[in-house]
């Protein structure tokens, strides 16, 4: 019955390989989210998902990229990655045409990059 | 954009006394201000929100006081016990518009001494 699931949990992989990180809400919620945490700890938000729509997007690195192939899924995709892409990576989805605004976050996706 | 500011970034307080974590936003269209809790290896878990109509929200041990001229938040925790340690967001944002994106700030390490 777990709200938001990640997988991996942990990534480890070397320079210039790409990866995936899969997300799944069973919450019924509509809109998704893709965090990024450093070691020190600061969350920023890279990517934000509503119906299907993009409607946010940080300055993060285009080898970053969102697919959500259906409403319960946000994936992440990263190409050629780089020994600064290491962190911890939260999915995170809420409801706000409901009014509940609150960010339920997903276990996290520790990322190591050699 | 919106820019919220997070003070102190290090919090150490002996078991039983107050914490006081203080945040500012810049924002004046922000209208809903959550705080998440995030334990070690953790993900992010909301404590307590308060949304621009209301001036103070307590929920037993924990209060947030939100004074919007000034715009500013805080976060209170009473009687901290060890359990309490842990890092602590607070964020801003408007809601509204079918869309919700969170500005958070860069996090207080808060930790109690038994």
């Known amino acids: 019955d777990t709200a938001v699931s990640q997988t991996p949990k942990y990534l480890v992989t070397q320079m210039g390989n790409d990866k995936s990180i899969k997300c799944e809400q069973n919450?019924?919620?509509?809109?998704m989210y893709w965090y990024k945490q450093d070691s020190k700890k600061f969350l920023k938000i890279m990517f934000s998902?509503?119906?299907?729509?993009?409607?946010i997007n940080e300055t993060v690195p285009n080898r970053f990229s969102p697919k959500s192939p259906d409403k319960a899924h946000l994936n992440l995709h990263i190409n050629s990655l780089e020994l600064g892409d290491s962190a911890v990576y939260f999915c995170?989805?809420?409801?706000?045409?409901?009014?509940?605004?609150?960010?339920?976050f997903g276990p996290g996706t520790r990322l190591t990059v050699t | 954009g919106e820019n919220v500011e997070q003070h102190p970034s290090t919090l150490s307080v002996q078991e039983g006394d107050s914490a006081v974590i203080k945040c500012t936003y810049s924002?004046?269209?922000?209208?809903?201000f959550p705080w998440y809790k995030q334990e070690l290896g953790k993900r992010p878990q909301l404590i307590i929100d308060i949304r621009s109509n209301v001036g103070e929200k307590k929920d037993q041990r924990i209060a947030v006081t939100l004074n919007k001229t000034a715009k500013h938040f805080s976060l209170h925790i009473t009687e901290t016990q060890p359990e309490d340690s842990a890092v602590y967001f607070c964020a801003a944002s408007k809601v509204g518009g079918g869309s919700y994106i969170p500005t958070f700030g860069r996090g207080t390490s808060l930790i109690v001494h038994p």
């Open positions: 995170a989805s809420s409801q706000v045409p409901s009014g509940i605004a609150e960010q339920y």
């Open positions: 998902y509503n119906n299907k729509e993009l409607i």
């Open positions: 919450l019924g919620h509509d809109t």
């Open positions: 924002d004046s269209a922000s209208n809903y």
